[in-house]
């Protein structure tokens, strides 16, 4: 599903279908998931249709700058540098092209949003919160679902760091995709043994994948995004 | 009448010429603020919060004023160092007569570097409760609830307790939801969690927290305390607590109304309160039964005794 495809598109699998239908000299988008369904009409005679993840922090609508993926409690050694590999929710967002130009039409997902608190009420941040199993090798996951976190940790300080959360700020947030894996890869330094700084790496997982249409760049003035998060309220 | 002392004679200078300009000017500078608005509110809208919009295009539009009426000066033949002195005195002197606008506006000044509150948060201050819909210099403007426009100087905000509702990033609220004495408290509680796990505002951090909280007259009370984030929070509150409902009746845990156990002391009674034609089934008297004290050992009354009527 994923990728550029000409209008009129549709696709179908169990219990989810997307359709551009033609229809009188304009297009009529259908999308049904899971029972919800989302119609929109466009005045246009013809285009592309782009269909990618996007930073999953859209739905059921945004409300926050990041992404918090939670997994079983972890220690790293002093000095040590590792990567595991954990995963994130994917939502999908579909795209028209049209005369240069780009408009988002629609985001879904498969996966239920649930949202949680960073740090204190007073000081702290709300983020997209997703529970990840840790993996010591990169597993087999529903590209339409979940999306592959690998996630370098860099231990700097002199101590041995328990952790057992990563906080990732969807401004710069890089994701790629093929048909087969939508992956993200970001970086954790430990700067001591409760403050960390998170960051991505813009490069694929793997040869071919392609980059994903961003959301969150878009949104900010250039030249004062951020795309580290200063994870300061603990690990 | 006496003749006015004061002097016009700098408008001796003006003429037609000078009037189109000064027009043209104040046109001119209407017509660059409101471009620039406009032009604002479409470049940016979606880059950066709408508080700190309002604040650049405030900013902007004050910037344009001022530079349209230093541009005018020369045309009235105004020194600006005279005219400083002269504004100097000229704020001392209505100052002093107007205190409480001085008062107004130093408080804004202070609200502006303190910040309690931005534009769109939503807050209470005394009696007033709604979204600031403006921060001006000398007064706050909120638009309630309902709608309503409500305007508050700048010294009662800043002297009044200020509730900012939306201040922090997440804020609590709480239930409380009654269910009968018969009911299994441990399954309401796990269905009531249940529910607002699957709510994706209901933070997952800090966590619910639901527990058995009173035994009160007619329930069982289970009290229900939830995070929100702060800016959807009344979202979240509408919709949980129908939500609980329905599911705890979903599962057999209705919510109990008001309810009183009387028992009459004595038959009579019982036959009192039957409707004239109504056959009372027979129910066999309960022998009354009562301690052997002393105060206590009064015979129960007669039913059928005279003086009865007026019960």
Same mark, same amino acid.
């Given at each position: 599903?994923?990728?550029?495809?000409?209008?009129?598109?549709?696709?179908?699998?169990?219990?989810?279908?997307? #359709?551009?239908?033609?229809?009188?000299?304009?297009?009529?988008?259908?999308?049904?998931?899971?029972?919800?369904?989302?119609?929109?009409?466009?005045?246009?005679?013809?285009?592309?249709?782009?269909?990618?993840?996007?930073?999953?922090?859209?739905?059921?609508?945004?409300?926050?700058?990041?992404?918090?993926?939670?997994?079983?409690?972890?220690?790293?050694?002093?000095?040590?540098?590792?990567?595991?590999?954990?995963?994130?929710?994917?939502?999908?967002?579909?795209?028209?092209?049209?005369?240069?130009?780009?408009?988002?039409?629609?985001?879904?997902?498969?996966?239920?949003?649930?949202?949680?608190?960073?740090?204190?009420? #007073?000081?702290?941040?709300?983020?997209?919160?997703?529970?990840?199993?840790?993996?010591?090798?990169?597993?087999?996951?529903?590209?339409?679902?979940?999306?592959?976190?690998?996630?370098?940790?860099?231990?700097?300080?002199?101590?041995?760091?328990?952790?057992?959360?990563?906080?990732?700020?969807?401004?710069?947030?890089?994701?790629?995709?093929?048909?087969?894996?939508?992956?993200?890869?970001?970086?954790?330094?430990?700067?001591?043994?409760?403050?960390?700084?998170?960051?991505?790496? #813009?490069?694929?997982?793997?040869?071919?994948?392609?980059?994903?249409?961003?959301?969150?760049?878009?949104?900010?003035?250039?030249?004062?995004?951020?795309?580290?998060?200063?994870? #300061?309220?603990?690990? | 009448?006496?003749?006015?002392?004061?002097?016009?004679?700098?408008?001796?200078?003006?003429?037609?010429?000078?009037?189109?300009?000064?027009?043209?000017?104040?046109?001119?500078?209407?017509?660059?603020?409101?471009?620039?608005?406009?032009?604002?509110?479409?470049?940016?809208?979606?880059?950066?919060?709408?508080?700190?919009?309002?604040?650049?295009?405030?900013?902007?539009?004050?910037?344009?004023?001022?530079?349209?009426?230093?541009?005018?000066?020369?045309?009235?033949?105004?020194?600006?160092?005279?005219?400083?002195?002269?504004?100097?005195?000229?704020?001392?002197?209505?100052?002093?007569?107007?205190?409480?606008?001085?008062?107004?506006?130093?408080?804004?000044?202070?609200?502006?570097?303190?910040?309690?509150?931005?534009?769109?948060?939503?807050?209470?201050?005394?009696?007033v409760a709604g979204d600031?819909a403006?921060?001006?210099?000398?007064?706050?403007i909120v638009k309630t609830y309902d709608g309503v426009y409500v *305007?508050?100087?700048?010294?009662?905000?800043?002297?009044? @307790?200020?509730?900012?509702?939306?201040?922090?990033?997440? *804020?609590?609220?709480?239930?409380?939801?009654?269910?009968?004495?018969?009911?299994?408290?441990?399954? @309401?509680?796990?269905?009531?969690?249940?529910?607002?796990?699957?709510?994706?505002?209901?933070?997952?951090?800090?966590?619910?927290?639901?527990?058995?909280?009173?035994?009160?007259?007619?329930?069982?009370?289970?009290?229900?305390?939830?995070?929100?984030?702060?800016?959807?929070?009344?979202?979240?509150?509408?919709?949980?607590?129908?939500?609980?409902?329905?599911?705890?009746?979903?599962?057999?845990?209705?919510?109990?109304?008001?309810?009183?156990?009387?028992?009459?002391?004595?038959?009579?009674?019982?036959?009192?309160?039957?409707?004239?034609?109504?056959?009372?089934?027979?129910?066999?008297?309960?022998?009354?039964?009562?301690?052997?004290?002393?105060?206590?050992?009064?015979?129960?009354?007669?039913?059928?005794?005279?003086?009865?009527?007026? *019960?």
């Open positions: 599903m994923y990728g550029t495809h000409d209008l009129p598109f549709h696709y179908e699998t169990d219990g989810f279908s997307l #359709d551009f239908e033609h229809e009188s000299g304009r297009y009529l988008y259908r999308r049904e998931l899971n029972g919800s369904r989302k119609e929109h009409l466009l005045l246009s005679s013809g285009g592309r249709v782009i269909v990618n993840p996007v930073e999953p922090l859209n739905l059921p609508k945004s409300i926050c700058h990041a992404l918090l993926v939670e997994f079983d409690p972890l220690s790293i050694e002093p000095g040590a540098r590792s990567t595991v590999y954990l995963t994130f929710p994917v939502e999908i967002g579909v795209f028209v092209a049209g005369r240069g130009n780009l408009e988002v039409l629609d985001i879904f997902s498969w996966n239920a949003p649930k949202y949680t608190l960073y740090g204190a009420s #007073d000081g702290g941040t709300i983020a997209r919160y997703w529970k990840s199993p840790t993996y010591a090798a990169p597993p087999d996951l529903d590209p339409l679902r979940e999306g592959l976190l690998a996630l370098t940790i860099s231990n700097t300080t002199r101590d041995w760091v328990e952790l057992s959360r990563v906080v990732l700020e969807s401004i710069g947030m890089k994701i790629y995709y093929d048909d087969a894996l939508v992956s993200m890869q970001a970086r954790m330094r430990l700067v001591s043994t409760m403050v960390a700084e998170t960051s991505f790496r #813009d490069r694929p997982f793997e040869e071919g994948q392609k980059k994903a249409l961003e959301l969150y760049l878009g949104r900010v003035l250039a030249g004062v995004e951020r795309s580290r998060f200063l994870m #300061d309220q603990g690990l | 009448m006496a003749e006015s002392d004061l002097d016009f004679s700098f408008l001796e200078g003006i003429d037609w010429w000078h009037l189109l300009t000064i027009l043209v000017l104040i046109v001119g500078a209407a017509f660059i603020a409101k471009l620039l608005t406009i032009y604002l509110k479409k470049s940016l809208t979606d880059k950066i919060k709408r508080s700190q919009l309002d604040l650049l295009i405030k900013v902007v539009n004050y910037s344009v004023l001022v530079l349209a009426a230093l541009m005018l000066l020369p045309i009235f033949e105004v020194e600006l160092g005279g005219l400083l002195v002269a504004g100097g005195f000229l704020s001392i002197v209505i100052g002093i007569a107007s205190q409480s606008v001085l008062g107004n506006l130093i408080s804004g000044v202070f609200l502006i570097v303190e910040r309690p509150i931005s534009i769109g948060d939503n807050i209470s201050i005394g009696d600031v403006d921060l001006n210099i000398f007064s706050t *305007r508050i100087p700048n010294e009662t905000v800043f002297t009044s @307790a200020i509730t900012n509702y939306v201040a922090h990033a997440a *804020r609590r609220f709480s239930y409380v939801v009654g269910i009968p004495y018969d009911a299994d408290a441990g399954r @309401a509680i796990e269905i009531i969690r249940a529910v607002i796990d699957e709510h994706p505002f209901a933070l997952k951090n800090p966590e619910p927290s639901v527990y058995v909280d009173e035994l009160a007259d007619n329930s069982v009370n289970i009290k229900v305390k939830i995070w929100a984030p702060a800016s959807e929070w009344w979202g979240v509150y509408t919709d949980l607590l129908w939500k609980i409902k329905a599911e705890l009746e979903r599962n057999g845990i209705e919510i109990p109304f008001p309810q009183r156990v009387v028992w009459f002391q004595n038959e009579l009674a019982l036959r009192k309160g039957l409707r004239v034609g109504e056959a009372a089934t027979p129910v066999p008297a309960p022998e009354p039964t009562f301690p052997e004290t002393g105060a206590d050992s009064a015979a129960p009354p007669d039913p059928d005794a005279e003086g009865d009527e007026g *019960r």
